[in-house]
Structure formats: structure tokens, C-alpha cells
């Protein structure tokens, strides 16, 4: 068995009692496969980076599971067959930290810059002065 995390992103049409109930499809997917689910994080609705489907959200979920790699290809078959699954995406992993396993939440919402952290971020001035342009005359000629 091999360790691996898996991000599903479910299409965002689905409330959250069809939301559970994905979840633990896929749980159960995963169990029929011969695997076997350590840890589920449900990180709920976000914004997605590109539009999939015309979709501009989705409801992500974050599986931690051990499978044997030769029940990986099967798997991903069934994966892909599930109509609310936007994306997917496996990849080994090397375990879950124990800092992983007591978090309740994975994602927390990202803080906005404070006043402080804005004023300590001033533009770098130039070290050296530029030289001066020369001024060339135009003919009337050359600018027709």
C-alpha cells in the first residue's frame, strides 16, 4: 500500500448534504478498490483559477488514503465517470503530520494586507541618476 492525497473538486450546483454525499461515494470508492480513507477535509466552496465547464466555482475535498498502486489506474476509471467531479488530482504522499491529523481546518481564509505590512513595503529608489537626454532637432521634412 502507498499513501497518497487526492483533491476532488465537486461541481459547485451541489449543496452540501449532495456534497456529503460525494464525499463519502468516493470514500466508498476508494474502499472498493481495496484502499483505504485516513483522513477526509472537507475545505468547502472556493473560487477556481480558470473557468472548467463554464464553472467559476467549485466545493473541494481533501482525501488522505492508502492504495496499492495497481488499484490506482481502476480507480481513476471510476473517478472519472462521476459527473460531479470537476477535477481531480492524486499524488504520493509521505504521510500525514501529526500537525495534519489534530488540525480541524486546512484552509484558513487568506488575511488582508495589514497598514503596517503596506508601509514597510516603500518602492526602492534608483542608486544612480539617469543621464541626461539630448534634444535633436526635427526637420520639417523628417517628420512627414
Not at 48 to 60: F, H, K, R, T
Not at 74 to 103: H, Q, T
Request: glycine share 4%.
Amino acid at each position: 500500500m502507498r499513501t497518497y492525497e487526492l483533491m476532488v473538486i465537486f461541481r459547485p450546483t451541489l449543496d452540501e448534504s449532495a456534497v456529503a454525499a460525494e464525499t463519502e461515494k468516493v470514500a466508498e470508492l476508494i474502499q472498493s478498490n481495496g484502499g483505504t480513507v485516513a483522513q477526509t477535509k472537507v475545505w468547502g466552496r472556493r473560487k477556481l483559477a480558470y473557468a472548467i465547464d463554464d464553472q467559476l466555482e467549485g466545493s473541494y475535498v481533501l482525501y488522505y488514503l492508502d492504495l496499492a498502486p495497481s488499484a490506482l489506474e481502476p480507480f481513476e476509471f471510476n473517478l472519472k465517470l462521476d459527473e460531479n467531479v470537476l477535477r481531480y488530482m492524486i499524488v504520493k504522499s509521505e504521510g500525514i503530520s501529526e500537525a495534519e491529523a489534530s488540525a480541524e481546518t486546512v484552509a484558513e481564509p487568506v488575511a488582508e494586507a495589514t497598514e503596517e505590512a503596506v508601509a514597510v513595503a516603500e518602492p526602492v529608489e534608483a542608486e544612480t541618476e539617469a543621464a541626461p537626454v539630448e534634444e535633436t532637432p526635427v526637420s520639417e521634412e523628417s517628420a512627414e
